[in-house]
């Protein structure tokens, strides 16, 4: 008995290839955004522009510079997987063979989180007022920060779909684990988001454990990220780059952080109660 629960504690070989080729995931794409800056600040100094031009083309087009290497990172190390992998399962295999109905636990869990937040925000004596209304930006903001998280998510659903993890009983242990190593190298290439780690732990937590409930249901992690990561950037400004400068409205009082976690935390439970069930 003894020995059982002290192996609780160790990763499994596949549990520590997904941890790995996650970390190497993350290394690029630290590697890759400080390359990105460096190669366009080279050209804007070459151009002879003021360090106050560079630094305004690299604040309207960070999101941009982000993906890219986000992108990039996800590429060469699905790109690598493939090279030990003959039979590996792809994007466009996990997409075609996953389920795209979403379950009843995962709809009541977004609504949920939907209607909690916004009343809550207003509970606290919080004040929603107008922001700016550029579009373009608010488009950005929506989209950059649907695919900051969902790059990582498919990056993962990717490794765990094709490498064998031998225990259900470890998810949670992997899923605090790749947290740890999404938001160390969150920190290092953005270190000024430190307003918003909450958000950067919940939305991530959030979208493995949707992965780990139901690893052939895509549609799930879609929904929250539309409905959740999306609006929340670009509508109440809690935006990872920008800021509330670009969102359609402002929160400008300091968030419950306390009650956001409680509504989160209720939400799960909820979920994974009834995921199990059903």
Known sequence: MSELKKSDFHFSLGTRKVLLYYFGYSVLFLIFHLATISFVSFFHFLLDHDMSVIENWLYRNAWEMILISKALAGFIIVKSLQLNNYFVKNLFFILKSDTWKPTRSAIVFILFIAVLFYALIHQFGGEIVGGNKSIDFVYISFLGSILFYFIDFIVINILVRNLL????????????????????????????????????????????????????????????????????SALYGLDLVWDNAHALYSYKESLPIAGIIGVWFIGLIYYYKFNKRS
């Open 165 to 232: 993890l031998s225990s259900k009983r470890k998810y949670f242990l992997l899923t605090l684990a790749l947290t740890f190593i999404f938001m160390l190298f969150t920190k290092a290439t953005l270190p000024y988001i430190s307003k918003f780690y909450i958000f950067l732990i919940l939305h991530f937590f959030t979208l493995l454990i949707l992965l780990f409930t139901n690893k052939m249901n895509i549609i799930n992690p879609i929904l929250y990220s539309i409905f959740i990561i999306g609006p929340l």
